[in-house]
């Protein structure tokens, strides 16, 4: 048994720096927002909430917070490291949702679109919410898979669920879902406010951003993107 596999208590490190050393010794990129969920063992989630939890608690005393004697703060480290695991970056340590997928057995060959889908994340520069939603548009072919709608929901979610930047968010979308539909088209728009401006920096309350990915037919077919894009915009404005 080599370092990088041996238990955290074993080689005195802490779980995160063996999770690293195994990442790394597989060649493994962990951006912010990469999933990590294969190399975790049963309990290095409960391990890391103990070593956040300690990180976080020095955070507070490093912001002169007298997390000692202040009622208000005086669980707030185990809160936000909890938060962190195991809601907003959840994406990170989790396996993607269980999705079974049907295939097309009626040769569907027509937009569909499913949307809006709520879409909560953490702009990675700052950590602040990204609010927003997002439109995912596909056109099948005969050798298409089909997947049930909530599925749509719950995969974004899993994706969305890590500290990210938007344009990059929809790229994962839009491969994660092209690998596992198979459509001849896909086409992902995502609308977000960015509180990384509304509560910092120019504090800009009105600003969104909206861009979008096509794929394949969306982006070869200029008939069908005006479509996917104007029934979406039908849809914004009903009340």
């Given at each position: 048994m080599n370092d990088v596999t041996k238990t955290a208590e074993e080689t005195g490190q802490s779980v995160s720096a063996r999770v690293r050393a195994q990442l790394r010794a597989a060649g493994r990129r962990f951006n912010a927002n990469d999933n990590i969920a294969d190399l975790l063992r049963p309990g290095?989630?409960?391990?890391?909430?103990?070593?956040?939890?300690?990180?976080?608690?020095?955070?507070?005393?490093?912001?002169?917070?007298?997390?000692?004697?202040?009622?208000?703060?005086q669980d707030t480290a185990r809160r936000v490291a909890k938060m962190y695991l195991t809601e907003v970056f959840r994406g990170r340590y989790v396996a993607p949702p269980p999705t079974t997928e049907f295939p097309n057995a009626e040769g569907l060959n027509e937009l569909m679109i499913v949307g809006p889908i709520t879409v909560r994340s953490a702009c990675s520069h700052h950590l602040c919410p990204i609010m927003g939603k997002m439109w995912v548009g596909v056109m099948p072919h005969e050798r298409s898979n089909l997947i049930g709608l909530s599925k749509y929901s719950r995969l974004i979610e899993w994706i969305m669920s890590r500290p990210q930047i938007q344009e990059e968010a929809i790229s994962q979308v839009a491969d994660l879902l092209t690998d596992m539909v198979n459509p001849n088209g896909l086409a992902v728009v995502m609308e977000a406010d960015h509180f990384c401006m509304h509560w910092r920096g120019v504090k800009d309350d009105g600003a969104k951003m909206v861009n979008s990915v096509m794929r394949g037919s969306f982006l070869k077919d200029a008939t069908l993107r005006r479509e996917f894009l104007s029934l979406i915009t039908v849809g914004q404005r009903r009340p």
């Open positions: 290095d989630l409960e391990a890391l909430l103990d070593e956040v939890t300690a990180k976080m608690q020095g955070v507070l005393e490093s912001l002169v917070i007298d997390v000692d004697n202040d009622h208000n703060t």
